[in-house]
């Protein structure tokens, strides 16, 4: 099964889809235009469900095979949302909405799943059940999670689930993945620091928590490179320092850290948890401060199922000829809370030598429309073959 013939009859379509929403992008949890849409295609292909409002603004579509003696029932998962960033594309395309932008290629994700959908509304040609879910907020709202505590999983009986992102970097329409954790976890740090501000003139008689910051900053990479084992993933960055006072001369009584834990097994994170408490609270109140933390557990380690994604190796071989062994990602995704639902595998598709992703130039390749969704099918009519 390589590239349908039916896809390339859609390209030009589902383009035009993927552009339309690359326009219109909405972040997170507001993608109201973007699901409106998604749940009038579905509808108009003549899904047998469509149901909006699954994660808030979630739409789920279900599609019936020629049969039902498998009993089995598929889940297919695209990412709606788009980034906080201004776009600087200059597409005729681009967003028109100041300050977002699809810089992920979530608009192509969309489209390509819209495009699967169509054909496999129209051809059906697969015994059982599949499931096409559309997720709002992957870009940090954790909008996985709430379509998963809407139960979602359970209402469509949904055994096994697969996802799909566009990769820069790699040749068009080409496959990468790898079993097992493939995409960290992503926790993040919030700690507020508070000593006794004062006259930038008399240091003797404050107590700076812009030295006990600069402490800290330093201090927490010693979980990198002196706590963690040398062969694990982990990375510790602090990436904002904001002090309660703006003045020249003013030593301030507050200085607030931001900043991102990444790690790729529960030890590492658990680690990395006790680690940064101890040591932001022992370097404040040895100089005489006070430092609290809080270490939010957000997207758990994206783990890929074993037999799932040897099962997505085939699928992506007899589309493209072959796949990849993908590399370990430090980013977080959190199709991760699906795939703690149910097993299933999470794949890479090349978006050839585009800008990365989160880059105000990025720009999804259309391109690699016919193979995604080529590989969307497959997974569908391969993992649920009709009986002669």
Known sequence: MPVKNRFAELHSDITAWRRDLHENPEILFETHRTSASVAEKLRAFGCDEVVEGIGRTGVVGVIKGKANTSDK?????????????HEETGL?????????????????????????????????????????????????GGGGKEMCDDGMMERWGIQEVYGMHNWPGMAPGTFAIRPGAFFAATDLLDIEIE????????????????IIASQIVGALQSIVSRNADPIGNIVVSITSIESSSKAFNVIPQKVHLKGTVRTLSEELRDLADKRVNEICKGIATSMGGEARVTYHR??????????????????AKTVSGQCAEAPLVMGGEDFAFMLEERPGAYILVGNGDTAAVHHPL?????????????????????????RD
């Open 73 to 85: 029932v598929i889940g297919l998962r695209a990412d709606m949302d788009a980034l906080p960033i």
């Open 92 to 140: 005729d395309y681009a967003s028109k909405t100041d300050g977002a932008m699809h810089a992920c290629g979530h608009d192509g994700h969309t489209a390509m799943l819209l495009g699967a959908a169509q054909y496999l509304a129209e051809t059906r040609n697969f015994d059982g059940t599949c499931v096409v879910i559309f997720q709002p907020a992957e870009e940090g």
């Open 195 to 210: 000593g006794k501000g004062g006259h930038a003139a008399k240091p003797n008689e404050t107590i700076d928590p812009v």
């Open 298 to 315: 957000n997207y758990p380690v994206m783990v890929n199922h074993e037999d799932q994604t040897e099962f997505a190796i085939e699928v």
């Open 362 to 386: 990025y720009n999804f390749n259309d391109d690699v429309i016919p193979a995604g969704c080529s590989w969307w099918a497959g997974i569908i009519e391969q993992g649920m073959p009709t």
